[in-house]
C-alpha cells in the first residue's frame, strides 16, 4: 500500500495540450518596433501574431540577415494565422514576403517542460555561412558554395534545420541534432 501511494506521489500530472497551445504567447508585429514599417502592416493585414518560446521573455522569431544574397538585408518572420505558423521572408525594401516556407501547426512544436506542462518551442534565426559550412562538415553533406546566411529553424532542445536559398530554390539542410 506505501508502495502505490509513493508510486502515485512521483508521478507527473498529466499534459492537458489544448490548454498548452491555447497558452502559447503569440506578439503582434508591432511588438518588434526594429521591423520596417511596410512588413509590420503586412504582417497586420494578413492577421500574422509572432509565437514565442515558452522559456525566453525576449521578443524574437523575427531576424534580419543575408537571407537571398550576401548583397542586402532581408528579414525572416514566424507568423502563425489560425494555429498553423509559416517563415515569411521578405527581400531587402518589399512590402510583401518573396516565400512563405515551412509552414507546420503550432502544437506540433510544443513539448513537455516542467511537470503537468507544455511549452512552444519552435525558433528561427539567421545562420551565418561558416555555420552551415560547419555543419555540412559535421553531418558529411555535400552542400552548395555557401555565400550568404541561412535560417535556422529550431525545436528546442530537440533538433534544426537549415534554409538556404540557393538561387533559384531553398534547400534544406541539416542542423543541429
Known sequence: MILLLLLALNQEPPI????????????????????????????????????????????????????????????IV?????????????????????????????????????PGRAGFSRRIRAIYPEDIRGYCKLWQHDCPAITHDGIEDIFEDKASSILYFSGTKWLTLPGAD
Not at 42 to 70: A, Y
Open 16 to 75: 492537458d495540450w489544448q490548454r498548452a497551445e491555447h497558452e502559447i504567447v503569440r506578439l503582434v508585429p508591432s511588438a518588434f518596433t526594429s521591423l520596417p514599417h511596410a512588413i509590420t502592416g503586412e504582417l497586420e493585414r494578413r492577421g500574422c501574431t509572432i509565437p514565442q518560446t515558452w522559456d525566453d521573455q525576449r521578443p524574437h522569431n523575427v531576424e534580419r540577415g543575408h537571407f537571398l544574397s550576401s548583397k542586402a538585408t532581408d528579414w
Open 78 to 114: 514566424l507568423c502563425s494565422t489560425k494555429g498553423k505558423s509559416s517563415i515569411l521572408v521578405f527581400r531587402s525594401g518589399a512590402q510583401k514576403p518573396i516565400a512563405r516556407i515551412q509552414e507546420c501547426g503550432d502544437a506540433v512544436y510544443l513539448q513537455g517542460t516542467l
